[in-house]
């Protein structure tokens, strides 16, 4: 459903990705760890097109994202192009970036009419089973001042639903959150992967990724080092610096794998 192929992104003198490949079976969950800097979230974002790709690309679902193939070579697409491809690429932020002014419902049902042509009430239909999914029924007429961060987070995850994407990213969507909040962001996403959504988190929630992704991805210094079952990857990780992050993150050493 994802295949990353050879990307490579730089700001100015610093590189970000250095080569990274990746493929994602359709209705695979990937988790991505790493520490801060090492390209996680830029990975993220050259999905999306929201970052374009010094070299190498992107695909969903077969289509490249961001450009067409033309006499052999990678086309830019026109910025229209570019958006209706996002349509069918779900995106959930650290931030919530709500719409202040607009009720949930509002928030949700948005995007559907603007990008997808629906009726406003066909919108609003599906916005609310969309938000009923996600615990929030009843809350449909709430502004976002008046729901708590890990309410907000899931109008976020609502609203990203709300267009029918093919797969779901999500950049740490639960580090803004005060811990008692966490717990049911990550009950909302792990519905979501039972659905069978395909799905690449960035999260530094180790238990989320050992209960619900098929494979971790380790990213250090813009490369894909480590990538397999979480068993292994959290259990008995085979690269030093794989270690190193995990026994930091958790404060307990971890074991060499094989080699």
Known sequence: MIRVTDLHKSYAAHRV?????????????????????????????????????????VEVDGEVIGYRAQSGRL???PDRAIRRQRAD???????????????????????PIAVRGLSRSEAADRARTLLAEVGLAGREDSYPRQLSGGQQQ????ARALAMRPKVMLFDEPTSALDPELITEVLATMQRLAEQG????VVTHEIGFA????????????????????????LGAPRHDRTRAFLGRLTGNPVPEGLS
């Open 210 to 233: 050992r209960d619900v992704a098929d494979r971790i991805a380790f990213v250090d210094d813009g490369r894909i080092l480590e990538l397999g079952p979480p068993d292994a990857v």
């Open 89 to 111: 690429i779900g995106m959930v932020f650290q931030q919530f970036n709500l719409f202040p002014n607009l009720t949930a419902l509002e928030n949700v049902t948005e995007a």
């Open 154 to 157: 899931r109008v976020a995850i």
């Open 75 to 77: 086309r830019a697409l």
């Open 197 to 200: 959504m395909t799905m690449l």
């Open 17 to 57: 990705l250095r080569g990274v490949d990746l493929d994602i079976a359709r209705g695979e969950v990937i988790c991505l760890l790493g520490a801060s800097g090492s390209g996680k979230s830029t990975l993220l974002r050259c999905v999306n097109h929201l970052e374009t790709p010094d070299a190498g690309y």
